[in-house]
């Protein structure tokens, strides 16, 4: 049973470019959720998709956007990079409301110099 | 608004020893609490979680924790820790729809 697969593993931009990051959730898995997690800090909620639809946001920019296709894997778009999106970039997939509970993927490391 | 605290941010115990990780929560309803833990350079792997009933929760790799919504608190035990247990604990307590949200988590170091 394959988990949570997110691609690529590390990625390096400049600033004012945009970066794509994908991600695949865990087999059967129809909610995907993305998560910002900075260096020494807890993830932080980006943005959940369900049914190819934005289902909940977080408190980040419109720079930030996403994407879910019908075969549920989704795509995090980030636009005109900053310095302060450095981060881990970690997706998670879960049944819709089921209690919460998701499953990790290991997560993108972005640089942006 | 919900919100996590971990008021310890690095914990070293020997390897053997006992381990409590402590966890306070604010949020309006009825929790549902999660504690997870993150290697270096991996994602994060559910530990446990509490949604209702029985307010002692057990876990993988010999993990347990204790709800007492009296105190606000979920914290985190283990009674004898392996090296292997060194890593960061998150705890996190579900928001809106489905979402989680976190503490800034408490790095585990284990000294043989």
């Known amino acids: 049973d394959a988990g949570v697969t997110q691609s690529p593993t590390h990625l390096i931009k400049t600033r004012g470019q945009q970066v794509t990051l994908r991600c695949s959730p865990k087999s059967g898995h129809d909610t995907v959720s993305w998560y910002q997690q900075a260096l020494g800090q807890g993830p932080q909620f980006i943005f959940q998709y369900y049914e190819e639809e934005e289902r909940q946001r977080g408190n980040f920019p419109d720079r930030f956007s996403g994407h879910q296709f019908p075969n549920y894997s989704s795509e995090l778009n980030v636009n005109a990079l900053l310095l302060g999106d450095s981060a881990l970039y970690l997706c998670a997939s879960s049944l819709p409301d089921r209690d919460g509970e998701q499953y990790f993927g290991p997560g993108t490391r972005l640089t942006v110099t | 608004a919900q919100s996590v605290t971990q008021p310890d941010i690095h914990i070293t115990v020997s390897e053997g020893a006992s381990l409590e990780l402590r966890c306070n929560y604010s949020?309006?309803?009825?929790?549902?609490l999660f504690w997870y833990v993150q290697s270096p350079g991996q994602g994060l792997q559910l530990l446990l979680k509490?949604?209702?009933?029985?307010?002692l929760v057990q876990g993988i790799k010999g993990f347990e924790a204790e709800f007492k919504r009296s105190q606000s608190s979920f914290n985190l035990r283990k009674p004898s820790v392996h090296w292997s247990d060194a890593a960061e604990y998150f705890c996190?307590?579900?928001?809106?729809?489905?979402?989680?949200?976190f503490g800034t988590g408490t790095r585990l170091t284990v000294i043989p």
């Open positions: 509490y949604f209702s009933g029985d307010t």
């Open positions: 996190a307590v579900r928001a809106g729809a489905n979402n989680l949200f």
């Open positions: 949020y309006g309803a009825t929790p549902y």
